[in-house]
């Protein structure tokens, strides 16, 4: 495995001994939200931006949480300039490692584990080429009852670019499985960390924070630039598109509305887009680009179904269910519908479909994600 450059997380460390100010940035799903932690000083990210405070005091370190649960690097790539890269951190922990995961549920005819590859490569660039060049880490949580995760996957990307990880499969996890935790202790439901297991998580970051520490008067080799991408690199790019920012994009709505009510929060994750209420109602976009996606609520409760037709290929439609029956809660849901396609012109037309009951939740069309 080649070694990791740890020049930008001794130029972090030097900073924070200077007196700061430190900007410490965590991007990824719903470990990173902190779901099932008791309260947000509990999650690992605020746990491990305690280790900075604590261990430079005077540096005044912020901590800025871009964790949504239920979203993958796809996602990530397209909104880290809006939700982190704006705030200039000097430092960005990132983790999409278990919403990542090859699945069977993928929508298309894509190879799940080439297209998380390619967006999480995507992200990367993004999160290295931004001003201030932050530090990155990779983090790869698990889930605990099998020891699935995107690790390998992600570390073949992280590698490419000479980055460092911290892996909760490689310590945490093997910990468990020689009996010196019980999954009980750790996680509820096998997958979110509880108190303790966040905290655990935690000191796995300080631990490797520290090893950087014990080689700050190391001499550093230069900086080496970005290689050449691994993947076709489709995502690095990757921007939404909503009611309030629809950029070049043409929209014209046919019973759709737009929703421009204010959003309060990084979580408030439902407005901003486009809402069918009533069969029949339609929404057409006129965009260009090669690789394109729909992003759409998922509700427990009874919610519309639309109809999605792209390029008037009428032969082949695909349905968008807004339901979510039996689900852990409302899901911000992804789903592409165009990957490395022509570069257009594209048409893209929604229309809510009859059934689901006067009672149902409208159709809410949150943001299409548009990559050149």
Not at 331 to 343: I, K, M, Q, S
Request: net charge negative; glycine share 10%.
């Amino acid at each position: 495995m080649p070694q990791p450059s740890l020049a930008r997380w001794k130029r972090c460390l030097r900073k924070a001994a200077a007196g700061g100010p430190l900007t410490l940035g965590f991007l990824g799903g719903s470990i990173t939200q902190g779901s099932l932690a008791s309260a947000p000083g509990n999650t690992y990210a605020a746990q491990t931006a305690g280790w900075w405070r604590a261990r430079f005091p005077k540096a005044g370190v912020r901590m800025l949480n871009a964790g949504i649960g239920g979203t993958s690097s796809h996602f990530g790539a397209a909104r880290a300039a809006e939700d982190l890269l704006a705030f200039s951190p000097d430092a960005v922990v990132v983790d999409f490692s278990v919403n990542d995961e090859v699945n069977d549920y993928f929508p298309q005819a894509v190879d799940s584990a080439d297209f998380f590859k390619e967006t999480y490569e995507g992200l990367l660039r993004r999160l290295l080429t931004a001003p201030g060049a932050p530090a990155v880490l990779l983090l790869n949580n698990v889930y605990y009852d099998t020891g699935k995760s995107a690790q390998d996957l992600h570390n073949a990307v992280g590698d490419h670019y000479a980055l460092p990880h911290v892996s909760v499969r490689d310590t945490i996890w093997q910990r468990m499985r020689a009996g010196q935790y019980t999954r009980a202790q750790l996680t509820p439901d096998g997958l979110h960390p509880n108190d303790f297991g966040h905290g655990l998580i935690a000191a796995e970051l300080a631990a490797f924070f520290e090893g950087v520490l014990a080689r700050i008067d190391e001499p550093d080799p230069p900086e080496p630039p970005l290689p050449a991408p691994l993947t076709p690199n489709g995502y690095e790019h990757a921007r939404r598109i909503t009611a309030l920012h629809p950029g070049q994009c043409g929209i014209r709505l046919a019973g759709f509305a737009a929703d421009a009510r204010n959003k309060e929060g990084l979580l408030d994750l439902f407005k901003n887009g486009w809402l069918g209420r009533q069969p029949g109602d339609a929404i057409e976009f006129a965009l260009e680009g090669r690789c394109l996606a729909v992003q759409y609520k998922k509700a427990v409760a009874p919610a519309r179904r639309a109809r999605l037709v792209l390029d008037g290929d009428e032969a082949h439609p695909r349905i968008l269910d807004g339901h979510f029956p039996n689900g852990w809660g409302d899901w911000l849901y992804l789903e592409p519908v165009l990957h490395h396609g022509a570069p257009g012109p594209h048409t893209l037309r929604l229309e809510v479909l009859p059934g689901g009951g006067e009672d149902s939740e409208p159709f809410c069309l949150v943001s299409l994600i548009l990559a050149p």
